[in-house]
């Protein structure tokens, strides 16, 4: 008898062990629900690997804050710019990487609220004459292979356009003079000239009649998720938080 209620015991024991379990792991799931954010941690100062070899800049503490706001845990997953919107709604929920608003990513994404505006800026060596749009006509330009440079120097007559993975082989290639050109946003390209004065410089891109551009937060298509975003954003632009960031990371504005 003595056996049996011993193992009755044991039982009602283990089943409340397993129980709690189950309920620890579900809070676990509900309080810390994962935030899967891609990015391309090559677009300084965006996105850059830190000294740690993490992801750092201001795009990655800006949807760290965001994802605060939303009470989830943010995870970056650095990949590739060009697979980032593909890969929305299957390997990562969101994308955060400096990415411009456009309508043919809007096919498949929707857009957050706008945090940023950008524009394309040129670099060339120190003593070229480029100045005009007319003048990269028919020249050899870099690009990062996806971005709105890379369309930009597409549409210009006869260019030859080369691409790259990392935009700072783009301007390494500038330096070597395997290209002409490299056309990338301005604050990246304010980044790579001040690490290469001697070498390069960078136009306005107003100069060339490039539009101002928008960046936003890629989310799924037709999903709660871009209404959730736009309420922490804007969360995050009331309370300080977006101000302190842009002046932590971009210092300006
Ligand atoms: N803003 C550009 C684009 O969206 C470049 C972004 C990037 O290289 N990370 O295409």
Same mark, same amino acid.
């Given at each position: ?15 409340? !062990? ?51 706001? *939303? ?7 650095? *990949? ?18 400096? *990415? ?18 950008? !524009? ?29 440079? *890379? ?30 050109? !490299? ?16 070498? !390069? ?53």
């Amino acid at each position: 008898m003595k056996k049996i209620i011993a193992m009755f015991l044991t039982a009602v024991l283990c089943m409340t !062990v397993l129980a709690g379990c189950g309920n620890d792991a579900q809070k676990t799931s509900q309080n810390k629900e994962v935030l899967i954010v891609g990015t391309n941690a090559e677009f300084p100062p965006f996105e850059y690997v830190g000294d740690d070899g993490q992801p750092d800049g201001f795009d990655i503490a800006l949807i760290k804050a965001i994802g605060e706001k *939303m009470g989830k845990e943010v995870q970056v997953e650095n *990949m590739e710019f060009d697979s980032l919107v593909a890969s929305i709604g299957s390997k990562i929920d969101l994308a955060i990487a400096g *990415m411009t608003v456009d309508p043919d990513r809007a096919k498949s994404v929707d857009f957050s609220d706008n945090y940023y505006e950008a !524009v394309q800026y040129v670099i060339v060596p120190i003593d070229s004459e480029i100045a005009t749009i007319a003048d990269l006509e028919n020249k050899t330009i870099g690009a990062q292979l996806g971005t709105t440079g *890379m369309f930009k120097a597409e549409d210009i007559a006869g260019t030859t356009v080369t691409t790259y993975n990392k935009a700072v082989d783009a301007v390494n290639d500038l330096i070597n003079g395997r290209v002409d050109a !490299v056309i990338i946003d301005k604050n990246p390209a304010e980044v790579f000239v001040s690490k290469f004065p001697d070498d !390069v410089k960078a136009i306005d891109g107003a100069q060339f009649e490039f539009e101002p551009e928008y960046y936003a937060i890629a989310c799924p298509k037709d999903s709660e998720l871009v209404k959730e975003v736009n309420k922490a954003l804007a969360e995050v632009k009331e309370d300080g938080t977006f101000d302190a960031l842009v002046a932590e990371y971009i210092g300006e504005e």
